[in-house]
């Protein structure tokens, strides 16, 4: 048993009611106002050793993540959830509850309740996108309330948003140590990850607990080339290992799964609506939130300024179309202002299959290496 079905398990067996959600930016405040436990299933390479199942039902084209995705939901893990929620992203993400519900039918497992919304993927001033989101919240938490048995109770909701934001604030400044180079950065990634997988109340716990009082260990060797890294999901540990052992040092993170997840707290309000407007509208920018893509070029461009990154390495999912679409110009606009990129595009490999991606980040450490000492 893997380690996160090991840890769903547990909260089962905690008499928690799971909701399993995708993809990486689900009301997490709204479910845990009313008694259950949101957990994102995103980045489920390390579970998913087969895809025979999801195979069945989605293209060899299709992302890994969509893949390990539904291959996890259809094997052991349905039976632990209680539920399942989903917004939509990309075009094959905002087609997976039918995909897997017809995947439960096949192979006779209970049907799961599912929780979707639509985030207007047009520009956050357009007419009606405010109202029409608001609605669609309105009308989640009259579902939620039909299927907990319980009503809407602000103050929960408000001490919910507070949990969160505890959690978000303490990432931050895990992230700041990280990028110093006080908190190695294998560490500041796998705490971060278990975000998505534990109770918020046990994340912040590990939180406090990882977060040095003092800086354990000294600063990165500013004589090393710092980078900022970008993707879906952070390397694989072993080219984390290889960044390290190149000399690079991490100074900045755009991953997905770390920094666009945690990186944004909304104003707290009772109101759900007005509260998931902020959310999904100001939220960092993302490429699977469309409406905020706009402002990914300059929030990059701010962070590759501010953190004096040398360089930009991007861990590309392959079939990421999305996030495939954004790069040539994210590229070109950053060689333009002297920062060197490196794309890498990886599909769950582990092993000798990284081999060239580990030579490709060798060769480009040495670049750097070259570009400073010239």
């Known amino acids: 048993m893997g380690e996160i079905l090991a840890t769903l398990c547990e909260l089962k067996n905690q008499g928690r009611r799971?909701?399993?959600?995708?993809p990486l930016y689900p009301p997490l405040e709204l479910l845990h106002s009313f008694g259950l436990t949101p957990v994102t299933l995103w980045g489920l390479s390390s579970e998913v050793t087969d895809l025979t199942k999801s195979d069945r039902h989605l293209q060899n084209y299709t992302c890994h993540v969509a893949r390990c995705l539904t291959e996890f939901v259809l094997g052991d893990a349905h039976a632990l959830l209680?539920?399942?929620?989903?917004?939509?992203?990309?075009?094959?993400?905002?087609?997976?509850?039918?995909?897997?519900?017809?995947?439960?039918?096949?192979?006779?497992?209970?049907?799961?309740?599912?929780?979707?919304?639509?985030?207007?993927?047009?520009?956050?001033?357009?007419?009606g996108v405010r109202a029409y989101l608001k609605d669609r919240i309105t009308s989640m938490v009259c579902d939620l309330e039909e299927f907990t048995g319980r009503p809407f109770s602000p103050e929960t909701f408000l001490a919910s948003i507070d949990l969160y934001r505890i959690q978000r604030e303490l990432c931050a400044?895990?992230?700041?140590?990280?990028?110093?180079?006080?908190?190695?950065?294998?560490?500041?990634?796998?705490?971060?990850?278990?975000?998505?997988?534990?109770?918020?109340?046990?994340?912040?716990?590990?939180?406090?607990?990882?977060?040095?009082e003092e800086d354990d260990l000294p600063p990165h060797d500013l004589r090393h080339p710092g980078v900022m890294v970008s993707g879906i999901l952070p390397p694989p540990r072993q080219l984390i290992e290889t960044m390290e052992a190149s000399g690079l040092r991490v100074v900045a993170n755009d991953i997905a799964s770390l920094k666009r997840s945690l990186g944004y707290n909304p104003a707290p309000t009772a109101d759900p609506g007005e509260y998931y407007c902020d959310f999904y509208l100001n939220h960092y920018p993302c490429s699977t939130l469309l409406a905020s893509s706009d402002r990914r070029i300059e929030t990059i461009r701010r962070a590759v300024h501010d953190s004096s990154a040398e360089g930009l390495i991007f861990f590309g999912?392959?079939?990421c179309e999305y996030e495939y679409f954004e790069f040539p110009h994210l590229g070109g606009m950053l060689r333009a202002q002297g920062t060197q990129t490196l794309f890498?595009?990886?599909?769950?490999?582990?092993?000798?299959?990284?081999?060239a991606p580990r030579n490709r980040m060798e060769a480009f450490a040495e670049m750097l290496k070259g570009q400073a000492g010239s």
């Not at 890498?344 to 081999?355: F, I, Y």
């Open 82 to 127: 209680d539920a399942l929620f989903m917004y939509n992203a990309c075009d094959t993400l905002r087609n997976l509850p039918e995909i897997i519900e017809e995947g439960l039918k096949e192979e006779g497992a209970r049907l799961l309740p599912m929780f979707r919304l639509h985030v207007p993927a047009v520009a956050k001033e357009r007419t």
């Open 344 to 355: 890498l595009e990886l599909t769950g490999q582990t092993g000798e299959g990284l081999d």
């Open 173 to 212: 400044e895990i992230e700041d140590a990280a990028c110093r180079g006080t908190v190695p950065f294998p560490t500041f990634v796998r705490i971060l990850q278990l975000a998505h997988f534990l109770p918020v109340e046990a994340h912040i716990e590990l939180l406090d607990a990882e977060i040095p």
């Open 18 to 22: 799971l909701v399993g959600c995708f």
């Open 317 to 319: 999912e392959k079939f």
